[in-house]
């Protein structure tokens, strides 16, 4: 019998249930964390990081994108990262910055894309911008858990550079997100 589902529609696929073993990873690395056990905080963290690649890279190279991968991924990957950051902010409270424009951010983001999504019918994916932004919040959270005992000005700077990348992919998406709202 021959399968009638769309590519784009369906479930269960390799880069979904990836998507779906990070979700299952945040409450892991929460208590990890809270329980002082840093090294395997982070290592959860790597675990993640790898299955994030993993699922994008297998969905495009063999073509599994489908329309929950679309949604799945970036909550999975928003979700670690806001997690992993309120984590940190219990010991280094100037994290709250991150979570502060992240939230913003993140918010912005769901209400005017989907707003051009209803418009344009299309799925924008991550630009430059969003991808530094995320890279340089990886090695945020990734410093302050592995180096326990990191220096407070190194700290306030790694903070400091992922809250202007953070705000400057803010403004970028944006501009890109109003100025496709008011073309059409």
């Known amino acids: 019998m021959k399968n009638n589902i769309q590519p784009e529609n369906r479930i269960l696929t390799i880069p979904n249930l990836?998507?779906?073993?990070?979700?299952?990873?945040?409450?892991?690395?929460?208590?990890?964390?809270?329980?002082?056990?840093?090294?395997?905080?982070?290592?959860?963290?790597l675990i993640s990081g790898i299955?994030?690649?993993?699922?994008g890279f297998i969905a495009r190279r063999f073509h599994m994108v489908s329309n929950l991968g679309?949604?799945?991924?970036?909550?999975?990957?928003?979700?670690?990262?806001?997690?992993?950051?309120?984590?940190?902010?219990?010991?280094?409270?100037?994290m709250l910055i991150l979570v502060v424009i992240m939230i913003f951010k993140e918010l912005f983001m769901?209400?005017?894309?989907?707003?051009?999504?209803?418009?344009?019918?299309?799925?924008?994916?991550?630009?430059?911008?969003?991808?530094?932004?995320?890279?340089?919040?990886?090695?945020?959270?990734?410093?302050?858990?592995?180096?326990?005992?990191?220096?407070?000005?190194v700290s306030d700077v790694l903070i400091g550079i992922s809250a202007i990348m953070l705000a400057v992919s803010l403004l970028l998406y944006g501009i890109h997100h109003i100025k496709t709202l008011r073309e059409l």
């Open 70 to 94: 679309k949604i799945l991924d970036p909550v999975a990957d928003k979700l670690t990262q806001i997690s992993m950051l309120i984590c940190l902010v219990t010991r280094y409270p100037l």
């Open 110 to 153: 769901s209400i005017s894309g989907l707003l051009v999504i209803r418009k344009t019918k299309a799925v924008f994916g991550a630009d430059w911008h969003g991808k530094a932004a995320t890279f340089l919040l990886y090695i945020t959270m990734f410093a302050h858990v592995f180096w326990v005992h990191i220096p407070i000005i």
């Open 18 to 45: 990836l998507s779906a073993f990070r979700l299952l990873l945040i409450p892991l690395f929460i208590w990890l964390y809270l329980e002082g056990k840093y090294f395997y905080t982070g290592l959860m963290l």
């Open 51 to 55: 299955t994030d690649i993993s699922d």
